[in-house]
């Protein structure tokens, strides 16, 4: 079992950057896919990009360019840069790990990523 844990939400200006974090626990983290998932205010989940054991990323079309997510397997955790951040980049960021990268199975609690005008 794997849970995720994320880290560092907070407000940014449009155009700034932020990096957020997914600690997750467990033994098996080197061999999980990771992915990011954000919800907005009255809209569905979406999601944002994922990353392999080996860190193979792929991103949604609306991050392309601007998000990067990485992994540290001896800490056991993920990342999630986000530059050029625009307003509709507002959401609750969530961390959520696969065995397959298709199936989610554990999810963490989300953190706010808020970005002003």
């Known amino acids: 079992q794997v849970q995720p844990v994320e880290s560092g939400g907070g407000l940014v200006q449009a155009g700034g950057s932020l990096r957020v974090s997914c600690a997750a626990s467990g033994r098996t983290f080197d061999r999980l896919f990771m992915a990011w998932f954000r919800q907005a205010p009255m809209k569905e989940r979406e999601f944002v990009g994922r990353?392999?054991?080996?860190?193979?990323?792929y991103y949604a079309d609306s991050v392309k360019g601007r998000f990067t997510i990485s992994r540290d397997n001896d800490k056991n955790t993920v990342y999630l840069q986000m530059n050029s951040l625009k307003p509709e980049d507002t959401a609750v960021y969530y961390c959520?790990?696969?065995?397959?990268?298709?199936?989610?199975?554990?999810w963490g609690q989300g953190t706010q990523v808020t970005v002003s005008s």
């Open positions: 959520a790990s696969s065995s397959s990268g298709t199936s989610y199975k554990y």
């Open positions: 990353i392999s054991w080996s860190g193979t990323t």
